[in-house]
């Protein structure tokens, strides 16, 4: 089943900090996030792990909470570069179930 | 290659032709995968090659879709008698084998059946 991501869209100021959400009715064995601009492919950002770790890469990191069976990301001092549809993907193996996608809008 | 190369990166045929679309992963990728995005919608799964191993075609929407591997490397993608709902984006992925390795997707192919 696809996991549901929260909010389905957010608009932020340059500066401000976002989270966002993502949520399966599965037992979690890793979760991915990647960021989409538009028109573009989707990219990587970061995998986490079965083990409640936390994961940074620059300014956005993100958590892994296995008896929640959610994921976090968090994005802070947003620049206008993180524009885009963030996707979270899950799965026990590689094959990854995309979430529904949460828009993200930066604005100066 | 550098990274996944997909083509053509647009297509437009008609309703009822046989379409087919490349995916060149990077090398050394184990795992290739095919995913469709539809307009302003999430990422739907298609189908999985990992190595030698049988695919998993679980996620093909019909009979009409059919994809293949050759040489465990390049992968076509193939719909027949395409219909209008078959509009969308199709996306290849590829990683290295394990579960810690984050997929890198091509450009994509937009397809478009009038």
């Known amino acids: 089943q696809q996991p549901v991501q929260s909010p389905q869209a957010v608009i932020l100021r340059e500066g401000e900090d976002a989270v966002i959400n993502c949520s399966s009715s599965?037992?979690?064995?890793?979760v991915h996030w990647y960021r989409q601009k538009h028109g573009e492919a989707p990219v990587f950002l970061m995998i986490l792990l079965k083990g409640g770790e936390q994961k940074g890469h620059e300014k956005i990191s993100a958590s892994f909470n296995e008896k929640k069976q959610q994921s976090s990301l968090y994005l802070t001092a947003s620049q206008l570069s993180y524009s885009g549809t963030y996707f979270c993907g899950t799965g026990r193996n590689e094959k990854l179930t995309f979430g529904t996608g949460t828009r993200l809008t930066i604005i100066p | 290659g550098a990274g996944v190369s997909q083509s053509p990166s647009n297509k437009v045929t008609e309703k009822g032709k046989d379409v087919e679309l490349r995916c060149d992963p990077i090398?050394?990728?184990?795992?290739l995968y095919w995913y469709r995005q539809s307009l302003g919608q999430g990422l739907e799964f298609l189908i999985y090659?990992?190595?030698?191993?049988?695919?998993?075609k679980s996620g093909l929407p019909s009979d009409r879709f059919s994809a293949e591997r050759t040489g465990g490397s390049v992968s076509t993608l193939t719909i027949q008698r395409t219909q209008q709902e078959d509009s969308a984006v199709y996306l290849c992925?590829?990683?290295?084998?394990?579960?810690?390795?984050?997929?890198?997707f091509g450009s994509g192919t937009r397809l478009t059946v009038v």
């Open positions: 090398s050394g990728h184990t795992a």
């Open positions: 992925a590829s990683s290295s084998q394990g579960q810690a390795s984050g997929y890198t």
């Open positions: 599965k037992a979690l064995y890793s």
């Open positions: 090659f990992q190595g030698n191993s049988a695919p998993d």
